[in-house]
């Protein structure tokens, strides 16, 4: 009989750091919402993508109760805690590059990640 896959036990200690860069690219799309009051950036993990998992960015306009918020230069990045557990340690940043500019995270408990760097699967145990 096969084994279950077992993944490493998330880091849900280790922070979370977001670059400058990131930064002013969510100030400048957050000033372009119709309504930019109260809104912060949000990064998720949900299951999915080309490589088990995939994050998730957008704007809200809530802080939900578990809510790990990175506040910096007027701007605040919230991560759900469970979204967290799979981020700990996790860069997240705004690259341009030829093929585009995207939000990206580099993130050490991911085994490998696609080439857009939205996708990523975890290590196994």
């Not at 280790?14 to 799309?29: C, F, G, H, K, W």
């Not at 030829?98 to 050490?108: E, H, T, Y």
């Amino acid at each position: 009989m096969a084994r279950p896959i077992e993944f490493v036990t998330p880091q849900v200690e280790a922070p979370i750091e977001v670059t400058d860069r990131a930064i002013a690219r969510i100030s400048q799309l957050r000033a372009s919402e119709p309504d930019p009051t109260g809104l912060s950036f949000r990064v998720s993990v949900l299951g999915g993508g080309c490589s088990g998992f995939q994050y998730k960015f957008g704007f809200d306009g809530s802080k939900g109760p578990d809510d790990i918020a990175i506040e910096r230069d007027g701007v605040t990045v919230l991560v759900d805690k469970v979204s967290a557990g799979y981020m700990g340690g996790s860069v997240i940043d705004f690259v341009t590059e030829l093929m585009g500019s995207s939000f990206q995270v580099r993130n050490p408990q991911a085994a490998s990640s696609c080439g857009c760097g939205t996708s990523f699967s975890l290590q196994q145990a």
